[in-house]
């Protein structure tokens, strides 16, 4: 009822100027400042991490969470995907990548009462500019990349990165002792970033550019990745079961926070050989010479290093690709990320993701559109109802074959045309597998 209400009175059309007026920020703010007062400004008793960037977030958040709770003790954390208050683990089933500043708030406090320490929090460009980190007193932050996304609310690439940069002002404003930072010197916001600001503390991380954490001799397989790095003239070995160089970049932002304070390098190196991955997040499924993965890729960098990974280690199988795009958010990357699946899939089945109250057929067409370079019902799949698409793909898999299943990863309900209803990639793709 809420979405469409908001469709009825084109809502999307109207909030870009409701946002920037000074009462609408006024209001957020202060709705910010009372949940704080409300819970007891409980953030000023932790050290608090932000990670926010385009891509990566959920995994890095993880990854540090694994490493600082093995380490230095009980730690919480919150992620798109999930919560966890030391060893608990609680599925966000909010579809929000940063809650609202009352849950914030109340989370914070529950681990405060339960004797956590340090939080490890993702950071949504949305949830900065709408407050929902107001009162929360960041020690460290992270950027992961900044890529295409978002760019329906924000308009601009220099606003995304605006909105971004606010974590790293109010680490800087933060009346506290620490003000760290890890950056990413391989992508042009984080470069800009490491030069403009004055932490106490900061650290770059790269594989290609020159950084102060980097990456070399890196070597990527279906079930594991290999990488060494320099730290003070000794060099690290690292074998993690996540894939993809872009784990790689995961796992050099989370090092580099673990390093900055304090972290033993090998301890931090045994807590990131003892991850095995977050739900949703490259998951795989092996079954008679068929694997397939789970991903929550929905921006076009992401699918784009996802797919380029596959494409690597498929040998002499295909790669079929299985995705669509959400109602409403960014329309431009739907074209974008139609021709990045062609380019690097034998075969592409185009489906649902969260439709919504938007024409699924309508988001179809678009994510389509561009693409020239495979041929419809030959190498190309139009199939609106997901269970479907996963069933047709499934069927036509032969052994060696790799599946990707893009755009739902952890989530636990679709948004149809006709309604919510409950859902799990990992559990459909499962079923139809076996």
């Not at 409980?42 to 926010?52: H, R």
């Not at 919150?78 to 809650?99: Q, R």
């Not at 989370?107 to 490890?120: H, Q, S």
């Not at 996540?242 to 673990?258: C, K, Q, S, T």
Request: with cysteine.
């Amino acid at each position: 009822m809420k979405s469409l209400i908001k469709k009825l009175i084109a809502y999307d059309k109207i909030y870009h100027h409701l946002k920037t007026s000074i009462f609408y920020q006024l209001r957020k703010q202060l709705n910010g400042q009372l949940a704080n007062i409300t819970y007891g400004h409980p953030s000023k008793d932790f050290f608090v991490i932000g990670v926010t960037g385009t891509n990566g977030k959920t995994t890095t958040v993880n990854i540090i969470h694994k490493i600082l709770n093995d380490c230095l003790g009980k730690t919480m954390m919150i992620s798109t995907a999930n919560i966890k208050i030391g060893n608990k683990e609680i599925k966000n089933t909010k579809k929000m990548t940063s809650l609202d500043i009352y849950d914030l708030q109340s989370n914070l406090a529950i681990a405060k009462d339960a004797g956590c320490k340090i939080a490890v929090l993702e950071v949504s460009s949305h949830g900065l500019e709408q407050y929902r980190f107001e009162g929360v007193k960041f020690d460290c932050g992270v950027l992961t990349n900044i890529t295409h996304d978002h760019l329906d609310y924000h308009k601009t690439m220099d606003n995304y990165a605006k909105a971004k940069k606010q974590l790293f002002k109010y680490i800087l404003h933060n009346g506290k002792n620490h003000k760290y930072a890890i950056l990413p010197t391989d992508d042009s916001y984080g470069r800009k970033r490491f030069e403009e600001f004055a932490f106490d503390k900061k650290i770059s991380y790269s594989i290609h550019w020159s950084s102060f954490l980097k990456a070399e001799n890196i070597h990527e397989f279906k079930d594991k990745t290999t990488f060494d790095f320099n730290y003070l003239g000794k060099i690290y070995h690292i074998t993690t079961h996540m894939v993809g160089l872009f784990n790689v970049y995961n796992i050099l932002a989370a090092l580099g926070v673990a390093l900055e304070i304090g972290v033993p390098v090998q301890k931090a190196i045994a807590a990131i050989q003892e991850f095995s991955g977050v739900e949703g997040r490259m998951q795989r499924i092996d079954h008679k010479g068929i694997t397939a993965y789970i991903d929550f890729a929905h921006t076009p960098d992401w699918l784009e290093k996802a797919l380029s990974y596959l494409k690597t280690i498929k040998g002499e199988g295909r790669l079929i690709t299985t995705f669509g795009a959400p109602w409403v958010r960014d329309k431009e990357k739907r074209p974008i990320m139609g021709q990045i699946a062609a380019d690097y899939s034998d075969i592409v089945i185009i489906t649902d993701d969260d439709a919504d109250t938007e024409n699924r057929l309508e988001i179809i067409d678009q994510i389509q559109k561009w693409i020239s370079n495979k041929t419809l019902g030959k190498d190309l799949f139009i199939i609106p109802e997901r269970t479907l698409a996963i069933e047709f793909s499934t069927n036509i898999a032969q052994t060696n074959d790799i599946l990707m299943f893009a755009g739902k990863g952890h989530e636990s309900i679709q948004l149809t045309n006709t309604g919510k209803r409950p859902w799990s990639d990992f559990e459909e793709v499962k079923k139809r597998l076996k």
